[in-house]
């Protein structure tokens, strides 16, 4: 079982930066994949950026050139930078770790990202 915390999020204004943060705990060796996926207000869940064990990342459309994500295996934990925010990245950002077949093995509880002026 794997246990994800969550921390950063909160407001930003239009052009602004913010970054999360998500430390696993638990079996962390069956990671093999982290990420986030965001949900906007009435839309649907996407994937916002993902990283490997090996460092292989993939990134939304709309976030691409904005975003990155990165994962430091010593620490267990991802980051994921947020840079020229928009207001339509408001959503509420979700953690999660993915196994060997893909599969989800956790979420996190989830954090708001605001960007308005």
């Known amino acids: 079982q794997v246990e994800l915390v969550e921390s950063g999020g909160g407001l930003a204004q239009p052009g602004g930066s913010l970054r999360l943060s998500c430390t696993a705990s638990?079996?962390?060796?069956?990671?093999?994949?982290m990420g986030w996926d965001r949900q906007a207000p009435e839309k649907q869940r996407e994937l916002a950026a993902r990283i490997t064990t090996s460092g292989s990342t993939n990134y939304a459309d709309s976030v691409q050139g904005r975003f990155a994500i990165s994962r430091d295996n010593a620490k267990n934990t991802m980051y994921l930078q947020m840079d020229s925010l928009k207001p339509e990245d408001t959503a509420v950002y979700f953690c999660f770790v993915s196994g060997r077949f893909g599969q989800v093995l956790a979420w996190g509880p989830g954090t708001q990202v605001t960007v308005s002026s």
């Open positions: 638990g079996n962390i060796a069956s990671i093999v994949a």
